[in-house]
């Protein structure tokens, strides 16, 4: 059973910086795809940004050249950084990881982008 743990949410003025952190427990595997998702009040769940486990990513046109996923295999730690935060990054941001046939959530950590 895999279980997914985020951190580093919080409160940020416009044009601040934030890191979230996912940590996962259980069987990862090889070909194992991690990633953010966010929800905003009222929207559905968007894609922010994906890793493999070679390190290539994908990410939102919304938060290129803003934030950056990275990723720690040997950790089993996924890291989002995100800078430049604008209000309309305001959502709870959920940690994922896709792997076979199984899709892992976590529980989620808010962050509110606000002055």
């Known amino acids: 059973q895999v279980q997914l743990v985020e951190s580093g949410g919080g409160l940020v003025q416009p044009g601040g910086s934030l890191r979230l952190s996912c940590s996962a427990s259980?069987?990862?595997?090889?070909?194992?795809?991690m990633g953010w998702y966010r929800q905003a009040p009222r929207k559905q769940r968007e894609l922010v940004a994906r890793?493999?486990?070679?390190?290539?990513?994908n990410y939102a046109d919304s938060v290129k050249g803003r934030f950056t996923i990275s990723r720690d295999n040997a950790r089993k730690t996924v890291y989002l950084q995100m800078n430049n935060l604008k209000p309309e990054d305001t959502a709870v941001y959920y940690c994922?990881?896709?792997?076979?046939?199984?899709?892992?959530w976590g529980q989620g950590t808010q962050v509110t982008v606000s002055s």
């Open positions: 890793i493999t486990n070679e390190g290539s990513s």
């Open positions: 994922n990881l896709a792997q076979q046939i199984y899709n892992y």
């Open positions: 259980g069987s990862i595997l090889v070909a194992s795809l």
